[in-house]
């Protein structure tokens, strides 16, 4: 089944303990995103990337880190998570980019205490 | 700086009533253009998009969105809604024509009365 995974589903964790949000897609897209989204924001993009060793900034990048260094993963990284990082992340993927069906994830609710 | 407004939080409509979610958007060019929906059981998920061409796009589900220029408006609308469509849908635009940076709306909540 064609389909993009996250794990963890849930993770509650304390201030300044590095955690890693794993994303995974079996459909072979060379495009993959993560996006936080928030009361009232709707989704905001973290990074993205257009393919392998290739990543950049989206409009809330701060106290993130990702990398893709495998077509099918594309890890969010938090070194040293903050409260204000509490949010629903989902990871997508397309083929190409936008202009391509982006397929979500289930979505990973993260607390950080 | 590019911005997307979903002018309407909430919208209520009773079954079988007709539906159009309003949004604008800020940009010079013809952006691309998308609107997802959320809903518990299924998800975010795509239900159309426009690049170019006939400014009115059919999606999934029945649901179909025109794009005028002239308002810098691209809004969905389905004649008849079903218990179904009870979610939350999201107006989202490819960032100055990029086809890989997204913003997004902040959402509009459908609640569909019986």
């Known amino acids: 089944e064609a389909q993009v995974t996250q794990n963890p589903r849930y993770l509650i964790t304390v201030t300044g303990k590095k955690l890693t949000v794993t994303c995974s897609q079996n459909?072979?897209?060379?495009?993959m995103s993560w996006y936080r989204q928030d009361p009232g924001l709707g989704l905001r993009q973290i990074y993205y990337?257009?393919?392998?060793?290739?990543?950049d900034k989206g409009d809330v990048p701060e106290g993130y880190k990702v990398s893709r260094k495998e077509k099918r993963n594309f890890p969010l990284i938090l070194e040293s998570p903050s409260p204000n990082q509490t949010s629903l992340y989902f990871c997508?993927?397309?083929?190409?980019?936008?202009?391509?069906?982006?397929?979500f994830g289930p979505g990973t609710r993260l607390t950080v205490l | 700086a590019q911005s997307v407004t979903q002018p309407d939080i909430h919208i209520t409509v009773s079954e079988g009533a007709s539906l159009e979610l309003r949004c604008n958007y800020s940009?010079?060019?013809?952006?691309?253009l998308f609107w997802y929906v959320q809903s518990p059981g299924q998800g975010l998920q795509l239900l159309l998009k426009?690049?170019?061409?006939d400014t009115l796009v059919q999606g999934i589900k029945g649901f179909e969105a025109e794009f005028k220029r002239s308002q810098s408006s691209f809004n969905l609308r389905k004649p008849s809604v079903h218990w179904s469509d009870a979610a939350e849908y999201f107006c989202?635009?490819?960032?100055?024509?990029?086809?890989?940076?997204?913003?997004w709306g902040a959402g509009t909540k459908l609640i569909i009365k019986p």
């Open positions: 997508a993927s397309s083929l190409g980019g936008l202009t391509d069906t982006q397929y």
């Open positions: 459909m072979n897209h060379e495009y």
């Open positions: 990337s257009m393919n392998v060793e290739v990543t």
């Open positions: 940009y010079g060019a013809t952006p691309y």
């Open positions: 426009y690049f170019s061409g």
């Open positions: 989202a635009v490819g960032r100055g024509g990029s086809n890989y940076q997204l913003i």
